[in-house]
């Protein structure tokens, strides 16, 4: 049985800061959702998943995650993401203490 794909993002933890991070167009990594490269490609998707994960000297825990465009760029398409993207929700600090989200 054969899964269908659905528009994914790239993100992990960074190894150094902890924080979310997402893979963009540039290659780069951004702790904003909105910055991320939207895959909608499966075979684009898996070759940058497969390119991040081998930067564990850089992060870690890297995977695809459902995401959809939207005005600002990639949202999250799912709860667990989007609690993600937000930051800690323990008290305010990282990105919500810098207003990033």
């Avoid at 902890?18 to 070759?47: C, K, M, N």
């Avoid at 990639?74 to 993401?81: D, L, M, S, V």
Wanted: charged share 20%; with cysteine.
């Amino acid at each position: 049985m054969t899964t269908r794909f659905t528009p994914s993002v790239v993100t992990a933890n960074d190894l150094f800061e902890g924080d979310v991070i997402y893979l963009t167009d540039a290659g780069t990594w951004s702790r904003l959702h909105a910055e991320a490269a939207l895959f909608t490609d499966p075979q684009a998707a898996d070759a940058a998943l497969e390119q991040a994960s081998a930067q564990s000297d850089r992060l870690v825990g890297a995977y695809l995650a459902p995401a959809r465009m939207g005005p600002n760029g990639p949202e999250p398409a799912h709860f667990r993401e989007a609690f993600r993207a937000r930051g800690p929700s323990n008290y305010a600090h990282g990105k919500q203490a810098e207003g990033l989200c």
